[in-house]
């Protein structure tokens, strides 16, 4: 089945440092999203970005399709960014596969 | 609020009885999506329509299971004779196309005591 891998598994940050999330996957892409998942479960939409960079304010993200990988970037990380960063796919198949996340701790 | 609603928020069963969640998309959705989310993982993908039709059924899906979307709009997902193991975060997703963006619901959370 699809593979989809997450680094690093845990990230704690000082306020205010940089950090990139990686994400490995082994199908070829129709839809990649990058959610946050809150403290009571919602998955807050990031970025959908099969290919190319996108940016948001603090975040972006780069998806190179043809190698198979998708970066996330945060800076100037705040308190308030702390939570799990999830990868998802949509390969050939209709539904989104996950990754395991990415547990962020940014401390004060 | 146009997002996707889950109805209820939370719910605490005994094992064994039955459950009935329900999704409400974003409305000019058509393809919504059933996910399940289990302490410490990514969501799990459950089943999949296309406005009434369910095209795709994961293998998670046992037939304790049931979806259902009826007109095409808000869908049903039931379990039969709950057990523990179905304690989960139960999700929903909807999207406008095949391969876009989909946009999930706040999710139920089901404890089976």
């Known amino acids: 089945g699809i593979q989809v891998e997450q680094s690093p598994p845990d990230l704690i940050l000082q306020e205010g440092a940089n950090s990139t999330l990686r994400c490995n996957f082994s199908?070829?892409?129709?839809?990649l999203q990058w959610f946050h998942q809150n403290p009571w479960g919602q998955l807050i939409n990031l970025f959908y970005?099969?290919?190319g960079t996108k940016q948001n304010g603090r975040l972006s993200a780069t998806t190179v399709a043809t190698e198979r990988y998708s970066l996330l970037y945060i800076s100037s990380s705040q308190t308030t960014d702390s939570g799990v960063y999830f990868c998802?796919?949509?390969?050939?198949?209709?539904?989104?596969?996950f990754g395991s996340g990415t547990q962020l701790t940014v401390l004060p | 609020d146009t997002g996707v609603s889950q109805d209820p928020r939370h719910k605490i069963t005994k094992r064994g009885q039955n459950v009935t969640f329900r999704c409400d998309p974003i409305s000019e959705h058509n393809r919504l999506y059933w996910y399940r989310q289990t302490l410490g993982q990514g969501p799990e993908f459950l089943t999949y329509f296309q406005n009434e039709a369910q095209l795709e059924k994961s293998r998670l899906l046992s037939d304790r299971f049931s979806a259902e979307r009826p007109k095409g709009s808000f869908s049903t997902l039931e379990i039969q004779r709950t057990e523990q193991g179905d304690s989960a975060m139960y999700l929903c997703?909807?999207?406008?196309?095949?391969?876009?963006?989909?946009?999930f619901g706040p999710g139920t959370r089901l404890t089976v005591l």
């Open positions: 998802a796919l949509g390969g050939s198949a209709r539904q989104l596969t």
């Open positions: 970005i099969p290919s």
């Open positions: 997703a909807s999207s406008l196309v095949l391969g876009g963006e989909q946009f």
């Open positions: 199908d070829s892409v129709n839809n």
